[in-house]
């Protein structure tokens, strides 16, 4: 199995005593930690307009944690494209591909937070549309030597040739966020790898990779295990009462999340919670682990809530378990 890790540094706002830059620190040397205990990625997301100081310029801090490691993969989980001018992402993403080695997984997707579009100021109605006219220039931008042109609903180039070129060919390596059946088919057809996500419960996991399968080989492509990443809260504790409360943190988180995101679908309950996450004891978080491992998930992105001593413990007394 293969391990990476999911996640957001924080920075917190307040007065000129106030470290605001205290919480992402901390979070670069958590990741140059991790490298050493041997956990293969690292996968950051994109938010804004939270209020709670979450990341939003995911290119620039992996660019400083990729400068801070050396076999580390890069990822972003996911970038919202439709939020974003489509060459100058091509461009940032090539740069960190090649100061990086290429390490670089881009993962992208269309947006769920509902707030965050009305942010920009733009209708969540476009996500769709935006999404697939930014990928088609953003793959022209990393495939094409010549000058093109490009004449879109809602970006225009005229004869460019988009430098620099990336080190990953023909262009960094794709990951796309899936929520829906829909999706799920749409990553297979583009002929991308998968990106679940932490709230999605272990059945919904489950099905999701089941369709991923199946359509990649209707294609008549060999599907690839390692070509979904599974992202999956984690933690270790040592007693009920522990359990308890990482448990209601969990729930008060997913709340927070919903008050963004507007999700009609969305389930505030305490089953909906302990469906999507990995909280327990030592054994029974490597019970769960294997669980994954039988249904034929072999590569999980860790979200960790009590930070690097999880890490540690998982490294030191799951993960060998896996090799």
């Given at each position: ?165 990336s080190t ?91 008050k963004h995101?507007?999700?009609s679908s ?58």
């Amino acid at each position: 199995m293969r391990f990476g890790m999911f996640g957001s540094a924080q920075a917190s706002r307040g007065g000129p005593d106030t470290d605001s830059g205290a919480g992402f620190r901390e979070f670069v040397e958590r990741n140059i930690e991790a490298e050493a205990l041997g956990y293969h990625s690292t996968f950051l997301v994109e938010h804004h307009f939270t209020g709670f100081g979450q990341v939003s310029a995911t290119l620039n801090l992996l660019t400083w944690i990729g400068a801070l490691t050396s076999t580390l993969r890069l990822g972003t989980a996911v970038t919202v494209l439709p939020w974003h001018n489509p060459v100058l992402l091509a461009e940032q993403i090539a740069t960190l591909d090649l100061l990086s080695g290429g390490r670089v997984d881009a993962g992208i997707g269309k947006g769920y937070r509902l707030k965050e579009f009305e942010g920009f100021a733009m209708p969540v109605e476009e996500a769709d549309a935006r999404f697939e006219e930014c990928l088609e220039v953003m793959l022209k931008a990393w495939t094409s030597d010549s000058p093109w042109s490009h004449q879109g609903k809602y970006w225009q180039y005229d004869n460019i040739v988009v430098e620099p070129p990336s080190t990953q060919k023909p262009h960094p390596q794709i990951w796309m966020g899936a929520g829906s059946p829909r999706s799920v088919k749409q990553v297979a057809q583009l002929g991308f790898n998968m990106l679940l996500g932490q709230y999605d419960s272990f059945d919904t996991i489950v099905d999701e990779i089941a369709m991923y399968k199946s359509e990649v080989e209707s294609l008549g492509r060999t599907f690839d295990p390692m070509n979904v990443a599974v992202a999956r809260s984690v933690n270790i504790v040592n007693s009920n009462d522990e359990y308890e409360e990482a448990v209601n943190n969990r729930m008060a988180a997913r709340r927070r999340t919903q008050k963004h995101a507007l999700q009609s679908s969305f389930q505030d309950t305490r089953e909906a919670t302990e469906a999507g996450i990995i909280y327990g004891s030592l054994e029974h978080v490597t019970k769960e682990i294997q669980t994954l491992r039988d249904v034929g998930i072999e590569y999980v992105l860790l979200n960790c809530p009590a930070g690097i001593s999880t890490l540690r413990r998982f490294a030191k007394d799951v993960i060998p378990s896996f090799a």
